[in-house]
């Protein structure tokens, strides 16, 4: 059972991750020092009539806050700018949702597309994972600079990648890009994350990263 994020297969996933504890670690330093002040507050039985007022005390409580969410601004603009580039891609995946799988397209090869549908539950393997395998898997290569667009055929769906940090919205009519690059070969699961009809729940994702020279060998097949 895996109580935190999934471990990181991009550059990308791996700085959220990072910024993820980041912030947990100041939520942690705040709710530590708002116990200590409650329960100092709950055990201290001194009152003063001359208190009506504490200038400081008003000053600092204003002023910390803002400097804690300037600690957690800077970094997450930072992350949403990175997000949204796209540098020279070496590959372009376009992924069109349907009612209810997905299909792919390889842009920079010739008649490089096909559909991809879960595998049923009787037809499995020991090896598969029940609801996240299917019978195409995307191959993409590792160290490789990959845009990805997506669109849908029919209703909104969700083109997800969690261990990537892709999570990019299939629109009808509408094209959506996004880059990210594999940093580990291995085989990557998502889903699609839109509530899109009664088999929502069955139109997994399935990546295959690989070195390039597989791909290659691949996709001249």
């Known amino acids: 059972l895996n109580m935190s994020l999934q471990d990181g297969a991009s550059p990308i996933m791996e700085q959220l991750v990072f910024f993820h504890?980041?912030?947990l670690m100041i939520m942690l330093m705040i709710t530590t020092t708002v116990l200590y002040m409650m329960i100092t507050l709950i055990r201290n039985k001194q009152t003063s009539r001359f208190m009506l007022e504490g200038q400081m005390i008003e000053t600092t409580w204003t002023i910390a806050p803002a400097i804690i969410l300037v600690f957690i601004a800077m970094p997450s603009l930072r992350l949403l700018y990175l997000m949204d580039e796209v540098h020279n891609p070496a590959l372009t995946l376009k992924a069109v949702g349907h009612q209810w799988y997905w299909s792919y397209e390889y842009s920079d090869f010739t008649k490089l597309e096909f559909d991809s549908y879960m595998i049923p539950q009787e037809e499995q393997q020991e090896s598969t994972f029940r609801l996240l395998d299917t019978d195409n898997r995307i191959v993409l290569p590792m160290n490789s600079p990959i845009r990805l667009i997506?669109?849908?055929?029919?209703?909104?769906?969700?083109?997800?990648?969690?261990s990537l940090g892709v999570k990019t919205d299939a629109t009808p009519g509408r094209l959506n890009q996004t880059s990210f690059s594999i940093n580990r070969p291995g085989i990557l699961y998502g889903q699609c994350s839109e509530i899109c009809g009664a088999n929502h729940s069955f139109m997994p994702i399935t990546i295959e990263s690989v070195p390039a020279k597989y791909f290659i060998n691949w996709a001249s097949k």
């Open 150 to 162: 997506v669109t849908a055929a029919d209703v909104l769906h969700s083109w997800t990648i969690p």
């Open 21 to 23: 504890d980041h912030v």
